[in-house]
């Protein structure tokens, strides 16, 4: 089925682990971005890419590594996990400006 | 600091009747976009509307915006049971007249409908 696939679902960390969140997709999106939502806080953007090899930060990039080696796949990089970035994180894609995004169904991580 | 404010934070009404929710953001924007999260779900997409455009329909939504007071609202009518959710606004804002593929978001409205 088309559209934005995340992976893990679930995943539980201890403090200082580093793990990669993984999110692809098969629209050939240019347009791929990184959000975490806590409750109350709506959501706010980690990181966000304009295509293969262009990445940039966004509200919340600190304590969180991207890249975009393909048009496809878009990892975020939690690099030694904090009890702060439990939260559930969502990737989204869009083909362009102009057009709507497609959501993942979400990572939720907890940091122990 | 984000760049879309919703109004109201909660909004509880009847099947039938109308919801509106009002988004009011900071910047100037290339489009800004509505979407919905039931509980526990991704986003999703319902209605976009282009900076040069005022109102948007699609089906029983209404989408107005206003640049000149950078706010938009939406409206929902006839709601029904299953319209409760979270409702979102984004906007993809302007910089040196391009988009930047940055969509920043309100902190939404929950939208109850009781049957």
């Known amino acids: 089925n088309a559209g934005v696939t995340q992976t893990p679902k679930f995943q539980v960390l201890k403090t200082g682990q580093s793990m990669t969140l993984q999110c692809a997709q098969d629209m050939n999106h240019e347009y791929m971005s990184w959000y975490r939502q806590d409750p109350g806080m709506g959501l706010r953007l980690i990181h966000y890419s304009v295509g293969a090899g262009i990445t940039d930060q966004g509200e919340v990039p600190n304590g969180y590594n991207v890249s975009r080696s393909t048009t496809e796949d878009f990892p975020l990089r939690l690099l030694s996990a904090a009890p702060s970035q439990t939260s559930v994180y969502f990737c989204?894609?869009?083909?362009?400006?102009?057009?709507?995004?497609?959501f993942g169904s979400g990572t939720r991580l907890t940091v122990v | 600091s984000q760049q879309g404010e919703e109004d109201p934070q909660a909004l509880s009404i009847q099947e039938g009747e109308n919801a509106t929710m009002n988004c009011s953001y900071k910047t100037s924007i290339n489009n800004l976009q509505w979407y919905r999260q039931n509980s526990g779900r991704g986003l999703v997409h319902l209605i976009l509307i282009r900076s040069n455009e005022r109102e948007k329909h699609s089906g029983r939504l209404r989408v107005t915006l206003d640049t000149s007071k950078k706010s938009s609202s939406l409206l929902i009518t006839a709601s029904r049971a299953a319209d409760t959710a979270s409702y979102f606004c984004a906007t993809d804002a302007k910089a040196g007249g391009t988009s930047y593929g940055k969509l920043t978001f309100g902190q939404g409205t929950i939208l109850t409908v009781h049957p």
């Open positions: 989204a894609s869009s083909y362009f400006q102009g057009y709507g995004y497609t």
